[in-house]
């Protein structure tokens, strides 16, 4: 967006550009890519998987080397090791890892009902809010029919929930894609993702972040005869899919893996032995 055509509008979330672009939605999309997490999902025959990185917060210290003074700038999700950036003669940024976090508690996977999950990938923070509202109305609906929300209804509430947000001037969009997933007892396994426009959409495979546009086609090439995905060829599909996108081969800690079977329908993570064994499985057969 240059200034020129840009200037002013992106002031409110309720005013449109001259092109009819509503800035301050498009920057919600950025920021879902400036968290620096790419997730994937894949929808198998009788199940549903995403897979996301795990990365953990880590604080960011300016020092002035003029004034000698040490500034808390950040807290943000970004690499994991130790990195020094010159901004300025002045200024170096220092960025330092919590060796007492407990890492185990550091998660983009929410179970919304016993049978829903969501992924969150974006701004932790827009995730739980979101997530905590998803789990009210879910419960709500379950109070008022006697039975569990279906997993279309939640993804459509979440949408519906996005879009009033870009119509108010004293509300922002949530910088989060949400990927929704559970076993439909009508309409077998189901895959959803939302947007901070408020769009959702159903899908065979989806991918969200940094780095989606690449992953899509990845995705696209692995599901282009329609292929009926059994449960461990849908969890691999999903991990080779991440791994092969950001070059990397990961260590079962350093990933996120939630599932739905149509065996119980429950929505879980998986434990890092379980995605140690997918994994190995990826590798052999590579």
Same mark, same amino acid.
Not at 105 to 129: E, Q, W
């Given at each position: ?27 919600? /999309? =950025? ?5 620096? $997490? ?7 025959? *009788?199940?549903?998987? #995403?897979? %996301? ?89 379950? /109070? =008022? ?5 279906? $997993? ?7 949408? *519906?929930?996005?879009? #009033?947000? %870009? ?112 994994? %190995? ?6």
């Amino acid at each position: 967006m240059s200034r020129g055509t840009g200037a002013g509008y992106d002031r409110h979330i309720t005013i449109f550009s001259p092109e009819g672009r509503l800035y301050q939605v498009e920057y919600a /999309f =950025k920021a879902v890519k400036s968290a620096g $997490v790419t997730s994937i999902g894949v929808r198998g025959k *009788d199940s549903v998987c #995403v897979v %996301t990185q795990k990365k953990v917060p880590v604080s960011s210290l300016r020092f002035d080397l003029k004034r000698s003074r040490l500034y808390a700038v950040y807290t943000a999700i970004r690499d994991q090791e130790r990195r020094l950036i010159c901004l300025a003669p002045c200024d170096v940024i220092l960025i330092l890892q919590d060796k007492l976090l407990d890492h185990t508690s550091v998660t983009h996977l929410f179970p919304i009902t016993k049978y829903i999950g969501l992924l969150a990938t974006g701004l932790t923070a827009d995730a739980r809010s979101l997530v905590y509202q998803a789990r009210n109305e879910a419960a709500e609906f379950r /109070f =008022k029919w006697g039975y569990e929300m279906p $997993v279309d209804v939640l993804a459509k509430w979440i949408a *519906d929930k996005a879009q #009033v947000y %870009t119509q108010h001037a004293y509300m922002r969009p949530l910088g989060v894609v949400a990927m929704v997933l559970g076993y439909d007892e009508e309409k077998n396994a189901q895959l959803f993702k939302c947007d901070p426009a408020g769009h959702f959409f159903g899908h065979k495979a989806t991918s969200a972040g940094l780095k989606e546009q690449e992953a899509i086609n990845f995705l696209e090439k692995k599901m282009k005869d329609d292929p009926q995905f059994s449960y461990e060829e849908t969890v691999q599909i999903a991990i080779s899919a991440l791994q092969s996108v950001l070059q990397e081969d990961f260590k079962a800690t350093e990933i996120e893996v939630g599932v739905v079977r149509k065996d119980d329908r429950v929505f879980r993570a998986l434990t890092t032995e379980e995605i140690d064994q997918h994994l %190995t499985a990826i590798s052999e057969r590579d």
